[in-house]
C-alpha cells in the first residue's frame, strides 16, 4: 500500500490541473488606477519616487484615461494638484476646480470609462491637513461640510463614485444625505473605511503634494496596531450609507481585509499605496525581483484576503500583463 493515499501534488503536477484548481483569479477588471491630474498645459512630470507614475495635466489625463481604458482597467481614481492652495482648501469644491474639469473631460472622451474621485482636502489645504484647522486642530464637523460640498461638485461634474479619504466620523453620512438631496442618488460612495496613519503614503505626498505641514495624521487616521477598530469603522460607514469599503494600505493589512469581508459581507476594495508600489519598483529596477511575478503575487493575494478589486498604481501595467 502506497503511502500517503492523499497527495496534494497531484494537482499541481500541470498548468492545466493548476489552472482547474485555482481559487483566485485577477482580472484587468479587478483593477482601479489612480491618476494625478495638475493645474497648467503639457505637464507630463514623472514623480521621482514612483517611476513610471506621472503627473499630468487635463489634456494628457484624457489621453492617459484612454490608454488605461483601452487596457481594460475597470475605472481611474483621480487625484488633483491645484494651481492655488488656501487655508480651507477651497480649491476642493471650486466648480471650475482641476478635479471637475478633468472628470467632465475625462467623461466626455471617454464615456464608458468608470470615474471616481477622491475626496479630501489635503491636496488643496496651504497646511496640508485633510480638514479645515480651528485651534490648533482638524475640525470633524466643519470638516465634514466641506467634503460634503466637495463630493456634490465632483458628482456635478459627472463623476460616477466619490470616495472620501479623510477619515473624519460621519461624513459617509453626510455626503449620502446631501448627494441625494441634490438628485444624485445614482452616484456611489467607496468609503476608505479603515484608512491608517501610515509610512507608506511618503511617495504619494510628494505626487500630489500634500505632505503636512506641521504635525502629522494620527488625529484621524487609524492607528496600525488596531484591528477591531477598523471592523467598527467599516460598520459605521455602512450604516452611514457607504456602497463599498476600502482598506489602506493593502499588503500590510491583508488579515483587516479579510476581517472586514467576512464581518460585513459588502464589496471591499484593497489600495496598493505608493509605498508599495516604490517599494516593487525600486526592486525589480535593481534586479532583485521580478517585476512581473511578485506583483501578480501580491494583487492576487489582495484578493484572496478577500478584496473584490484593487486600486493599485500597476493597474495599466498589470493589464497588459493579465491581457
Ligand atoms: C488623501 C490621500 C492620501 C492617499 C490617498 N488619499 C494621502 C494621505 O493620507 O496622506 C495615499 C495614497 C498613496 O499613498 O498611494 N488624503
Not at 483621480?78 to 466648480?95: R, T, V, W
Not at 463630493?151 to 453620512?173: Q, W, Y
Not at 484576503?305 to 491581457?323: H, M, N, P, R, S
Request: a negative charge; aromatic letters at 6%; hydrophobic letters at 40%.
Amino acid at each position: 500500500m502506497s503511502f500517503p493515499a492523499t497527495r496534494l501534488r497531484r494537482l499541481r503536477r500541470t498548468p492545466a490541473l493548476r489552472g482547474l484548481v485555482r481559487e483566485t483569479h485577477l482580472s484587468p477588471s479587478d483593477l482601479i488606477q489612480p491618476l494625478f491630474v495638475t493645474a497648467g498645459a503639457g505637464v507630463r512630470e514623472e514623480i521621482s519616487a514612483m517611476p513610471g507614475i506621472s503627473r499630468f495635466s487635463i489634456t494628457e489625463a484624457v489621453d492617459e484615461a484612454g490608454e488605461i481604458h483601452e487596457a481594460g482597467v475597470a475605472a481611474v481614481l483621480l487625484f488633483g494638484i491645484p494651481a492655488d492652495k488656501d487655508e480651507a482648501g477651497s480649491g476642493a469644491y471650486d466648480d471650475e476646480g482641476i478635479i471637475q474639469m478633468a472628470v467632465r473631460a475625462i467623461k466626455e472622451a471617454h464615456p464608458d470609462l468608470t470615474v471616481i474621485t477622491d475626496v479630501c482636502l489635503c491636496e488643496y489645504t496651504s497646511h496640508g491637513q485633510c480638514g479645515f484647522i480651528r485651534d490648533g486642530e482638524v475640525d470633524n464637523d466643519v470638516t465634514v461640510e466641506l467634503l460634503s460640498k466637495t463630493a456634490i461638485s465632483h458628482a456635478e461634474a459627472g463623476a460616477d463614485i466619490v470616495a472620501p479619504s479623510d477619515m473624519m466620523d460621519g461624513r459617509v453620512g453626510s455626503i449620502r444625505y446631501q448627494l441625494d438631496e441634490e438628485g444624485h442618488t445614482g452616484v456611489a460612495i467607496i468609503s476608505y473605511a479603515a484608512k491608517y496613519s501610515s509610512a507608506f503614503y511618503g511617495p504619494f505626498r510628494e505626487a500630489a503634494d500634500s505632505t503636512p505641514q506641521e504635525g502629522d495624521r494620527h488625529g484621524y487616521q487609524m492607528d496600525p496596531a488596531n484591528g477591531d477598530e477598523a471592523v467598527r469603522e467599516a460598520r459605521l460607514d455602512l450604516e452611514e450609507g457607504a456602497d463599498a469599503l476600502m482598506i489602506k494600505p493593502a499588503s500590510h493589512y491583508l488579515d483587516i481585509v479579510r476581517r472586514v469581508k467576512d464581518d460585513t459581507g459588502a464589496p471591499v476594495a484593497a489600495y496598493q499605496v505608493s509605498g508599495e508600489y516604490s517599494m516593487l519598483k525600486a526592486a525589480a529596477s535593481n534586479g532583485w525581483l521580478d517585476e512581473q511575478r511578485s506583483v501578480t503575487e501580491a494583487l492576487v493575494s489582495m484578493k484572496r484576503a478577500g478584496a473584490d478589486f484593487i486600486v493599485t498604481y500597476y493597474a495599466k501595467e498589470a493589464a497588459l500583463w493579465l491581457a
